[in-house]
């Protein structure tokens, strides 16, 4: 069953230069037009299915909060179709659908009657309602009183407990602390497993990997990609932090001799490696200006190169061989464990590590960065991603290489903890 189906959405403001210009549009006696069209949204088609949990991505002003106040029925599309079958909650901007003159239990009441509930249904969720929330005796102060997270709190209490078809919540949680954070997506799960249709806006892209079937970026009105989360997620940081570039491999001059011990174990070949390396993951996401690349790893744990699967406990080895296309300067490496969802187990780069011979790097230099650590995963599957960044005068990041989950390791079986890390925890009996 479709919970909602948009088709050919579409929503145009005018703008105009000064105020006295919509005046003047309305009393031209020939309709002089002084306005110019925005459009907020164009081309809008989706269908999500009851159940589904979609995350809804795109950077500021890319049309997210606009589309769900079509879908909420805030606003009205300036053209195309829009069907939602089922009840909807939402929390939008904070105040949405609250009397800031009331105080707390007035709005809950209040919040109850534009949702259509009778005042017996009301009272029987009032306690439960307050008990969510939290907010001890401010329920009875005005909410024009409370704080950003009060009032989150209050608000995301009563549009759960008027046990919607379709919720929809924009960016709201962002606002509130980590610990009703936690209670919230725990209520979440719960609204999931029972057949709510979820939709949720985030910046967050570990919460809309971890808590979303579906997801769909939006960009300057338009719907960019849409899909399984982690591949969303993907397209999304890059739209965020640069763009893919097909660049032809240069011929390099003036490669520096390195040890060739430490070269050992790759070829002399300088095109890539990378991809015929055991570990590679051919569905790894790749972008950047590629001015700076990198090109070959390898993998090796006991003297065992490339093993079939990582021990628990034991040191593990990479390294990793990089090229400078062009001078470069404050060079950065960063690298990050995932788990096949998605989820960062960690995360650190050369900077933070402290490291500070990759200042300067000349055209044609080819360095080998080497990481060491014990591996303290739990069974399973994880994935690498790593990126080569350089900062300009004006400390800004520029991406050579991004290289997202480009590599896939495998930890054997452990059995003396559950979870995701081996926190080295003693027990003793006294």
Same mark, same amino acid.
């Given at each position: ?12 403001? %005018? ?13 031209h006696p020939l309709r002089k037009t002084y306005h110019t069209k ?9 269908? #999500? ?6 995350? #809804? ?274 060079? #950065? ?40 650590? %014990? ?56």
């Amino acid at each position: 069953m479709i919970a909602i189906s948009a088709k050919n959405i579409r929503k145009i403001y %005018p703008l105009y230069k000064k105020p006295i210009d919509r005046l003047k549009e309305t009393l031209h006696p020939l309709r002089k037009t002084y306005h110019t069209k925005f459009n907020a949204l164009q081309d809008i088609n989706f269908e #999500i299915k009851k159940g589904d949990t979609v995350g #809804i991505l795109g950077q500021n002003g890319s049309g997210k909060s606009t589309l769900l106040k079509i879908i909420t029925g805030v606003l009205t599309q300036t053209s195309g179709t829009l069907s939602v079958n089922g009840t909807i909650s939402s929390l939008l901007e904070l105040g949405t659908g609250f009397n800031p003159e009331l105080n707390g239990m007035e709005n809950i009441y209040f919040y109850g009657a534009i949702q259509g509930l009778y005042k017996e249904q009301i009272e029987e969720r009032v306690e439960s309602i307050c008990s969510f929330a939290d907010i001890g005796d401010f329920i009875y102060q005005p909410v024009k009183s409370y704080s950003s997270g009060m009032f989150v709190r209050l608000a995301f209490a009563c549009a759960i407990h008027v046990e919607p078809d379709i919720l929809i919540i924009d960016e709201a949680l962002s606002v509130g602390d980590a610990k009703f954070q936690a209670k919230c997506f725990s209520k979440l799960s719960k609204l999931m497993k029972a057949g709510v249709t979820i939709l949720f806006v985030s910046h967050s892209t570990e919460q809309i990997i971890t808590h979303c079937n579906h997801a769909i970026l939006l960009e300057k009105g338009r719907i960019y990609t849409s899909g399984e989360p982690k591949t969303v997620v993907n397209t999304y940081l890059d739209l965020l932090f640069g763009k893919k570039k097909d660049t032809k491999t240069k011929k390099l001059k003036n490669i520096k001799e390195d040890d060739k011990s430490e070269k050992s174990t790759f070829t002399e070949d300088l095109n890539s490696q990378f991809e015929k390396r055991p570990y590679y993951n051919p569905s790894e996401y790749r972008w950047g200006d590629r001015e700076a690349e990198i090109i070959d790893f390898v993998a090796y744990q006991d003297d065992r190169l490339f093993p079939s699967a990582m021990q628990a406990g034991i040191p593990f080895f990479l390294k990793f061989r990089f090229v400078a296309k062009r001078d470069l300067k404050n060079v #950065i490496f960063g690298f990050a464990v995932k788990t096949k969802e998605g989820i960062t187990v960690y995360n650190t780069n050369s900077d933070m590590q402290g490291l500070k011979s990759l200042e300067l790097l000349s055209i044609g230099e080819e360095r080998i960065l080497e990481i060491s650590m %014990p591996i303290k995963l739990f069974t399973g599957d994880y994935f690498l991603s790593l990126g080569l960044v350089s900062k300009n005068e004006e400390q800004e990041i520029i991406p050579h290489d991004r290289r997202y989950d480009s590599i896939h390791i495998v930890v054997e079986p452990v059995t003396h903890f559950f979870g995701l890390v081996d926190l080295d925890m003693e027990m003793k009996v006294y």
